[in-house]
């Protein structure tokens, strides 16, 4: 029995040696796969280190660039404004002096109309239109001076003569019965 008990004891000290073997072969992996696997975990957080890098410098970068956009998209819309602006000043005196200048062409025209019935305002200052209009650029008007001895103009007669006529007309709606047919009293029948 003890060749078998020897026997049953050595393949039991085969087996523990070779169980030895295997957990030291399992430890040496295990600690190779540590290893590995720590490794492994330096090379993910170096690149993801790495990429948040890359992300924060991108990200700058773009956030540079719409800023950059936004400023010169401003810068644009102040100068727009401001030549607007500009723009704007320029036409309303413009017009302004366009309506000065058809004032005073006006004036003049009617200065002269007058001068040339025979009737002169003192308090026009003729002289001083004829050169304000001509610093402004505008178009002098045509002085139809007349003699003092000639008539007036036929449109002064021709409205003086329709003025009289009209007193005259006994059957038109002017003069003093104008009317008078219109009114109706009140309870009759027209």
């Not at 200048?101 to 305002?121: H, T």
Request: charge should be negative.
């Amino acid at each position: 029995m003890t060749s078998f008990l020897n026997q049953g004891l050595e393949r039991l000290k085969h087996l523990y040696e070779e169980a030895c073997g295997l957990n030291k072969m399992l430890e040496v992996k295990l600690k190779k796969a540590e290893v590995t696997i720590t490794d492994q975990g330096m090379i993910a957080v170096a690149k993801s280190q790495h990429y948040e890098d890359k992300f924060k410098a991108m990200t700058q970068e773009h956030q540079a660039a719409i800023n950059k956009a936004n400023q010169d998209a401003q810068a644009k819309l102040d100068a727009t404004h401001l030549q607007y602006h500009q723009d704007m000043n320029t036409y309303r005196e413009g017009l302004k002096g366009s309506i000065v200048i058809s004032l005073l062409q006006a004036r003049l025209k009617m200065a002269y109309e007058a001068k040339a019935m025979g009737f002169e305002c003192p308090s026009w200052n003729v002289n001083a239109w004829e050169a304000k209009l001509k610093d402004l650029g505008g178009n002098p008007v045509e002085n139809p001076a007349k003699p003092m001895g000639e008539e007036p103009s036929k449109a002064v007669e021709e409205a003086a003569d329709a003025g009289g006529d009209a007193e005259k007309n006994p059957d038109g709606d002017t003069g003093a019965g104008a009317g008078g047919d219109a009114v109706v009293e009140e309870g009759t029948a027209p």
